[in-house]
């Protein structure tokens, strides 16, 4: 019988993910083991593999549709001696769930988007997962409405609220409830534009303000922004997942956690000898050590030395690790990842910048594995490379701090009650104050400060 191809789950936490490239035509003999597909996260790309042998009988998600869901048939394979006509047969109540959705119309109003006191008499077809609508639907089912109630009529405790599933992820997104929506579609069905110019009403009442628990909603709304730049050339830039998602916990993480900042000036003279004279030495064995590599040992070894830095923020509870896996944030295009070092307290330099230089390149080609770029209690984060002096970073949760480096810049110091000229680089400590106090968190920046003053300490 025919075997389906479903969307695989590429990590623990994924839902959902963008059906990027086919590899496999409908008609393509295909073996098990072979390439399928390429699917896109918001981290990684990844390959689809076959389990099976057999026809590629039909694609069912064409590439380049998103928002493809975990376990939803996105391709059908015949055995041997199998036709097209089997698919139907077989698998046709599973096709109709997960092949690309049409856009919604704006009459009449499926029986099945209906409260069942509204629903018409005739018999209702059979419900299927509905697509994600296109703009220029939500947007003619909008144009129904004369403007945007900002408060909600009352609902009773339970009912239904249809939305459309564009207008529910944006809400999502926003942290916007739902209920709080008044809808301009039809039958009151909230739709994209209803989210984008939404403003919560303002309290009856003062009251204390609760911790937040997701991200807020946007200053302004798209259409708004629009209306402000309407007059200036410009290009539009769709967010892809990677930037969708950096834009959410960046935001949601300074909403969240309370920052606090420390700084410290660390004097890189000795450190830049040491590399100089080790590079020497590994010059025959293609090894090049970089100031990133010592900043990710000393920092490692801070962290064992420092219990109480080594943590992560676990909602209700700290979790205190006892390898030390640091973090390391690599540029990409149209965004950024953070691979991580595992143990890296245990490894000697040359190891570190062998490892780091493949994660690095492996990130660049979205080709890390989830195992790869998750984890770690501590990240690094180095812009010297571009000149810049000094920086505060934003923790990347559940992380409880990162170390912002800055360039290596000649000033003039102290030096044995002489003024002379060293090589200084600024460092930033950002601590998240639910984990480590103030004291604590100086106490972790020292440790690291003088690993980097110390650098044969690292070779011990």
Do not use: C
Not at 30 to 46: F, N, Q, S, Y
Not at 165 to 192: C, H, N
């Amino acid at each position: 019988m025919p075997i389906n191809v479903t969307m695989p789950a590429l990590s623990p936490t994924m839902e959902e993910g963008t059906l990027a490239k086919w590899l496999v035509a409908e008609g393509d003999e295909v073996r098990a083991g072979d390439v399928l597909a390429e699917i896109e996260t918001d981290k990684a790309t990844m390959e689809v593999e076959a389990v099976d042998e057999g026809t590629v009988g039909k694609i069912v998600i064409p590439e380049g549709t998103e928002g493809v869901k975990v376990n939803a048939v996105i391709a059908v394979l015949l055995e041997e001696g199998e036709d097209a006509s089997a698919i139907a047969e077989t698998a046709g109540a599973d096709l109709e769930t997960a092949a690309p959705e049409e856009p919604e119309q704006k009459a009449p109003e499926p029986a099945s988007e209906a409260a069942p006191e509204e629903a018409a008499p005739e018999k209702a077809a059979p419900e299927k997962t509905a697509q994600r609508p296109s703009d220029a639907a939500e947007s003619a089912a909008s144009e129904q409405a004369d403007g945007l109630q900002q408060r909600a009529p009352a609902r009773e405790k339970g009912e239904r609220i249809f939305a459309s599933p564009l207008a529910r992820r944006m809400a999502e997104e926003k942290g916007i409830d739902l209920a709080q929506v008044t809808g301009s579609g039809p039958r009151g069905r909230i739709v994209k534009a209803d989210i984008e110019g939404f403003k919560p009403a303002a309290p009856e009442a003062p009251r204390e303000a609760a911790a937040p628990t997701g991200p807020i909603p946007e200053l302004l709304s798209t259409d708004q922004v629009r209306q402000i730049y309407q007059d200036r050339p410009h290009t539009e830039i769709p967010l892809d997942g990677m930037r969708r998602t950096i834009a959410t916990r960046m935001a949601a993480a300074k909403q969240q956690i309370p920052h606090y900042y420390l700084r410290r000036d660390v004097r890189m003279d000795t450190l830049l000898e040491l590399r100089r004279t080790m590079n020497r030495q590994l010059e025959s064995s293609g090894t090049k050590l970089s100031i990133n590599d010592f900043v990710i040992k000393a920092s490692a070894m801070a962290l064992k030395r420092v219990a109480h830095a080594n943590v992560v923020w676990a909602g209700d509870r700290i979790l205190q690790l006892e390898s030390a896996d640091v973090a390391v944030a690599v540029a990409i295009e149209n965004g950024l990842l953070t691979p991580v070092i595992r143990d890296a307290h245990s490894k000697g330099l040359a190891q570190i910048s062998a490892e780091m230089a493949d994660l690095a390149e492996r990130a660049r080609d979205r080709k890390l594995q989830p195992h790869e770029y998750q984890g770690g209690s501590f990240a690094i984060s180095n812009l010297g490379m571009y000149g810049v002096e000094n920086f505060d970073a934003v923790i990347n949760p559940p992380h409880g701090s990162i170390l912002a480096v800055g360039a290596g810049i000649e000033k003039p110091v102290v030096i044995d009650g002489a003024v002379g000229i060293a090589t200084v680089m600024s460092v930033t400590l950002s601590v998240d104050h639910r984990v480590m106090d103030g004291a604590e968190g100086a106490i972790f920046l020292d440790a690291i400060h003088t690993n980097l003053e110390n650098p044969m300490m690292m070779l011990a």
